[in-house]
């Protein structure tokens, strides 16, 4: 069963910066995209940033320009790093591990716990 196990939520004042870290574990499939998403109170999931197995990064257009996403491969972890913070990013954070099922054309998504961050103003 795929694990994915999140780190670096926390509370931070309004311009500073975070780094979270997801590790994916127990497959020995190909974990195609993994990217994070957030879901703050009140409000429906959404997609933060991805990022591909290759490389290629997507972003919101609200985080562009203060967010980086990237991936180490072998350890199948991604990070996403945070700069110049805002009360609005204030949110659960998720990772998630898109995973190719070996032989097939499919692949199945897995969702990490979730990580608390709090932008202060």
């Known amino acids: 069963q795929v694990q994915l196990v999140e780190s670096g939520g926390g509370l931070v004042q309004a311009g500073g910066s975070l780094r979270l870290s997801c590790a994916a574990s127990?497959?020995?499939?190909?974990?195609?995209?993994m990217g994070w998403y957030r879901q703050a109170p009140g409000k429906e999931r959404e997609l933060v940033a991805v990022v591909s197995s290759g490389g290629s990064s997507n972003y919101a257009d609200s985080v562009k320009g203060r967010f980086t996403i990237s991936r180490d491969n072998p350890k199948n972890t991604v990070y996403l790093q945070m700069n110049s913070l805002k009360p609005e990013d204030t949110a659960v954070y998720y990772c998630k591990a898109r995973v190719a099922i070996g032989g097939t054309r499919f692949t199945a998504d897995y969702w990490g716990q979730g990580t608390q961050v709090t932008v202060s103003s």
């Open positions: 127990g497959t020995t499939f190909s974990i195609n995209d």
